[in-house]
């Protein structure tokens, strides 16, 4: 349990939709409060969520005090400490140091599946209750409580957390719109595969000896590759960007051949790389594009939405998951907050509430952040590469990593009401020092495709 806990939820019961990053940590901050807490997720295992996830500072300082997962999650990682970028026909043309730690706790680059079963077992531990398999269908609120439906039972509680994704069931009753995202145009080729089938290729072979773990990105007009890999998993990772029409599936058997001629004529050394990549394990994951989400609490203020569901983030905005554990230790101090200000039970309606408006401007810039680099690897400026190399860096920034939720959360919980309830001005912290937030669209940014812009399109740099 927390050291900081004064006064408990107990009396307080939570329904979470989805077992994802955004659900089971919303789940682990309640219950770690003293709330009784159910899950319901779709999936029936979760072990097989595949790839990488990369938590920063700003992630794993929200996981330190869950029992040992975090310690396990950074025993299996790999510290990147350098990532490499270069053009697609591998010439080398940046090598951005990367920070391991950040004010003391980890950058985490680490297998997605073996975290979320570190989270599911300290979630159990707690005596949450997950329930695998259970798709929910509905969700519904009154006045005072609100529920979701699972197959032809209804399940009540005081309030839901909807933690179910990009392509969140929730969201429509919440936003009372229906989810149009629009077409990307774009997949990504994924796969994370053992680095022992790099052997006796002596191209690619210093990949799998390496006793450092290596990240290289190579970028192209309108595509671009990864390769990361883990040295204490023996693993690796390649994916690849790349244009592709189709509707939204994540589950779609990738073809080798197919990714080979995509990157036809690029460096040898991806091409080795992807010519060994293990047939079945290769995914082609289609994807569409989703406007920042303006309204993330139901109507009566019992249900709301976090992670994914809230603020689809690109991959490249590196910071999908690390907002959903900042959403999580955000409502849950603010639970806590709430019931020591009332000594009865916390008020979930303006909770939900100020858990919105403290988190949807800096959000709103992580999704952007996402888009920014994206273009600028699609749409590459080498006037201002030959000026700076640094114009292609990752952005690593200190508004984003050494952000504080709980704290941030605690410090600003009564200005917050008070400009909800009264008026009165509230300005976010949780941005780059002097920031101006500015709504967006995906159609604004997709004006700017397949050209140069000009500096002013770019808010996150740092
Ligand atoms: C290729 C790629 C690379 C990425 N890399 C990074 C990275 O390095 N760092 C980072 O921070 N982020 C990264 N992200 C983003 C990150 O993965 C997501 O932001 C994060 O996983 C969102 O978590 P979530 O829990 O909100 O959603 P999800 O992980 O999608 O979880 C939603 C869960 O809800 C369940 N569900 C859905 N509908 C229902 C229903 N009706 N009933 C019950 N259960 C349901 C689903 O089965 C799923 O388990 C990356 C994303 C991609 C695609």
Known sequence: MRDDQSLSIKGLHAIIIGAGFGGLSSAIELARLGA????????????????????????????????????????????????????????????????????????VYVNRGHVQRLMLDYAVSLGIEVNLGARVTRVFETDVSAGVQIDDKLHEADCVIAGDGVRSTARALVTGLTDRPKKSGYAIYRTWFPLEVLRGDSVVEGIAKSKRPICKIWIAPEAHAILTTNVNMQAGTCFLTHKADMHEDWNQRGNIQDMLADVEGWDPELLHIIQHIPPDSLIDFK????????????????????????????????????????????????????????????????????????????????????????????????????????????????????????????????????????????????????????????????????????????????
Request: net charge negative.
């Open 36 to 107: 009784t807490v159910q899950v319901f997720e779709s999936s029936t295992d979760l072990s097989k969520q595949g790839d990488v996830i990369r938590f920063e500072a700003n992630a794993s300082r929200v996981m330190q005090p869950w029992g040992n997962v975090l310690d396990e999650a950074v025993r299996a990682a790999s510290p990147l400490d350098n990532l490499t970028i270069l053009d697609k026909g591998g010439r080398v043309f940046l090598e951005q140091p990367l920070e391991t730690v950040f004010e003391g706790y980890p950058n």
């Open 287 to 462: 994807m569409l594009w989703r406007d920042p989400v303006k309204k993330w609490v139901s109507e009566k203020g019992r249900i709301c939405l976090v992670g994914d569901a809230a603020h689809p983030h690109l991959p490249t905005a590196g910071t999908g998951a690390a907002q959903a554990f900042e959403d999580a230790a955000t409502i849950g101090t603010l639970m806590q907050k709430s019931m020591e200000k009332s000594g009865n039970a916390p008020d979930i309606p303006v909770v939900f509430g100020a858990y919105e408006r403290l988190r949807y401007e800096r959000t709103s810039l992580t999704q952007r952040m996402g888009w920014e680099t994206r273009h600028i690897w699609h749409q590459t400026d080498w006037d201002a590469v030959a000026k700076d190399p640094n114009y292609l860096k990752m952005p690593q920034p200190a508004w984003l990593l050494g952000h504080d939720a709980r704290n941030y959360a605690k410090e600003n919980f009564e200005a917050v009401i008070h400009h909800l309830q009264e008026g009165t001005p509230f300005t976010s912290k949780n941005v780059p020092e002097g920031h101006v937030h500015e709504e967006w669209t995906v159609e604004m940014l997709l004006a700017n495709e397949g050209q140069v812009v000009d500096e002013n399109f770019y808010k996150v740099r740092d």
